[in-house]
């Protein structure tokens, strides 16, 4: 991941780890055992991620490696069904259900975490840059009622209007008890930032 930039790179993972094993102490569907599947999952969730993959071959790469560490075939694949279906692109397209596998939900509440309050703010700016997104153009409107496609799409879009279409949509997403507590706290500041960004760009502050 070292060629990614700042907001998926191993800093994210490392918070997005210790986040989903300390939600995961409080589920009372998960038990200690799960701990090792909620580490690798949360571990190897970016690799090959569609948006910085620079070559086909590198959606394979966990698999590829799970398999070379002799991961037993149950708890592969798991894993590898975690990673694929934690992602908002496929919340968006129905596949968000997490009532099979509780270790699921815990590693999903864990990146949608990072993805929000200050941590996200940072993350989401840092982003938005490196694809040289416009900050902020009111003419310009969040796209609203989007399907999988049409998310994926790499369209014009600004970085204010990604907290609408997305981050601010997170906190009402959350799988789990903890991650529902934790997530309001950070929606919050989200809500008070996008307030006083409006003010200071529209010279009321």
């Not at 509780?102 to 949608?112: I, L, M, S």
């Amino acid at each position: 991941m070292k060629g990614n930039d700042a907001s998926h790179d191993a800093s994210h993972v490392w918070r997005v780890r210790s986040l989903a094993l300390s939600l995961a102490s409080e589920e009372e569907a998960l038990s200690s055992n799960s701990d090792s599947l909620v580490e690798l999952a949360a571990l190897l969730h970016d690799i090959g991620d569609y948006k910085y993959l620079r070559d086909p071959s590198e959606e394979k790469i966990v698999e590829k490696f799970l398999e070379e560490e002799g991961i037993e075939e149950v708890k592969k694949v798991k894993i590898l069904s975690i990673i694929r279906g934690m992602g908002f692109k496929e919340e968006l397209a129905g596949h968000g259900n997490s009532e099979n596998c509780p270790e699921f939900g815990v590693v999903q509440d864990a990146d949608r975490l990072d993805a929000i309050g200050a941590i996200g703010i940072a993350r989401c700016f840092t982003f938005g840059g490196s694809r040289s997104r416009v900050l902020h153009d009111p003419t310009i409107h969040p796209r609203s009622d989007l399907s999988k496609e049409q998310y994926m799409k790499k369209e014009e879009q600004t970085t204010i209007n990604h907290f609408h279409e997305k981050l601010l949509k997170l906190k009402d997403l959350m799988k789990t008890e903890a991650g529902k507590r934790r997530a309001e706290k950070r929606h919050k500041f989200m809500e008070e930032y996008l307030n006083q960004f409006y003010e200071e760009w529209d010279g009321r502050a």
